[in-house]
Antibody, heavy 120, light 108 residues
Framework: QVQLQESGPGLVKPSGTLSLNCAVS?????????WSWVRQPPGKGLEWIGE???????NYNPSLKSRVTMTVDKSRNQFSLSLSSVTAADTAVYYC?????????????WGQGTMVTVSS | EFVLTQSPGALSLSPGEGATLSCRAS???????LAWYQQKPGQAPRLLIY???SRATGIPDRFSGSGSGTDFTLTISRLEPEDFAVYYC?????????FGQGTKLEIK
């Protein structure tokens, strides 16, 4: 059973960097999957942040591209998100997600989500 | 800029009734990459429909998807109490994922 678990600080200061990890269990991250981050501001909709492949190849949402970096740690079977120069607008629940390319690129497995607040 | 617009923003219905949720794309898209998700309060979204009309594993057959081009529909026949939630459509194209803004299905 594939499971994803986000971890990281719940509070980040404005202009700082938000850093989150996603631990993958039940499957090797080196399988033929892409892995994504999706966020949801309080009371609002879903926004795709970006995706990463086990090779390290990544694609980002153009609206966030200048501030986002994603990495993969195959030895720990996890992937990570870094978002720089954060503001209050980056306050959200952040989900790590598995992409199912065999289902026409949908998100079939979601982590429980982690709330990150940007505040001084 | 590619946009998915969902309507209505909110829908109030009673258990046992049917629901029709709309998702309109700002340009014609491949239906293969159109999906629907359900999200309940405090929970992560759950995949309902992929390829516009295929139900994901474990999804009851009262959920059905249809559509092509720019207009897609999620239909829920005979609403159950657990179906009241927020529903999102999502599209993938050229390494970019886009979500609609969601439709909140409320108990009347």
């Amino acid at each position: 059973q594939v499971q994803l678990q986000e971890s990281g600080p719940g509070l980040v200061k404005p202009s700082g960097t938000l850093s989150l990890n996603c631990a993958v269990s039940g499957v090797s991250i080196s399988n033929t999957n892409w892995w994504s981050w999706v966020r949801q501001p309080p009371g609002k909709g879903l926004e795709w942040i970006g995706e990463i492949y086990h090779s390290g190849s990544a694609n980002y949402n153009p609206s966030l591209k200048s501030r986002v970096t994603m990495t993969v740690d195959k030895s720990r079977n996890q992937f990570s998100l870094s978002l720089s120069s954060v503001t209050a607008a980056d306050t959200a629940v952040y989900y790590c997600v598995r992409e199912a390319s065999w289902l026409f690129n949908v998100f079939d497995i979601w982590g429980q989500g982690t709330m990150v607040t940007v505040s001084s | 800029e590619f946009v998915l617009t969902q309507s209505p923003g909110a829908l109030s219905l009673s258990p046992g009734e049917g629901a029709t949720l709309s998702c309109r794309a700002s340009q014609s898209v491949s239906s293969s990459f159109l999906a629907w998700y359900q999200q309940k309060p405090g929970q992560a979204p759950r995949l309902l429909i992929y390829d516009a009309s295929s139900r994901a594993t474990g999804i009851p057959d009262r959920f059905s998807g249809s559509g092509s081009g720019t207009d897609f529909t999620l239909t829920i026949s005979r609403l159950e109490p657990e179906d009241f939630a927020v529903y999102y459509c999502q599209h993938y194209d050229n390494s970019l994922y886009t979500f609609g803004q969601g439709t909140k299905l409320e108990i009347k």
